[in-house]
């Protein structure tokens, strides 16, 4: 178990690099409602829900983080300040990586019944500040989701989310940027998607008008040819 906390604490160092020893790390709310969600989930699969929200409300008031008891989260999961709201039945996977004010929600099911309402998120996965992940969709495994993005849909496994509502970027995350990206998108303005499209387009005039020019070449020579076909056609006519 010591182990298990500190390969947790290491791993929230390799994320962060303002703390300089872990020490530093036990004092971070993301550390202590992660802990208390513990608590609370234990509870909570005891069907001891009184108890549960009961710890579940004390966490909430020490940290600004609020994780409802049933959700299920994996190993090494970091909130990166607080003001986060995962609810009941949210999924988390391993390695995943929360910024402050992000929000794991819930939609009603048309059918009125409880069930799955919340996201699952794969392993890996970096949802970054202001976020919000809506109804019981998945989001796939080293995924990114930017920063204020509205996600509804499913987000496949590698991709690059941002906007309202949120939409792939040309930005795929392969094997050569699978290292840890703080707040999940690279703070670079030729990942900007309005960027991108213009740069699409430009491409796209250039090479229309090498085309172009290359047909008004050939009809050009075309018409060239055709003029000194006919001026040798009416010389030997004289």
Known sequence: MLGNFVEYLDSIKARDPAPRTRWEILLYPGVWALGLHRVAHWLF?????????????????LTAIDIHPGAVIGRNFFIDHGFVVIGETAEIGDNVTIYQ??????????????????P??????????????????????????????VVT??????????GIPAKPTLVEVKPETQNFVPYGTPCCDRFDPATQKLEILQCEMETM??????????????????????????????
Do not use: W, Y
């Open 209 to 238: 008008q090498k085309r172009l020019a290359q047909l008004l070449e050939e009809r050009d020579a075309v018409a060239a040819a055709k003029s000194s076909a006919r001026k040798r056609g009416g010389g030997k006519s004289a």
């Open 101 to 118: 004010g992000a929000t794991l929600g819930g939609t009603n099911p048309t059918s009125g019944q409880g069930g799955k309402r919340h």
């Open 45 to 61: 699969r005891g069907e001891m829900f009184f108890l549960a929200r009961f710890v579940n409300h004390i966490s909430r008031f």
């Open 120 to 149: 699952t998120i794969g392993d890996n996965v970096i949802i970054s500040l202001g976020a919000a992940i809506l109804g019981p969709l998945t989001v796939g495994a080293n995924s990114r989701i930017g920063a204020n993005a």
């Open 153 to 162: 849909r499913d987000v496949p496994e590698g991709a690059t989310m941002v």
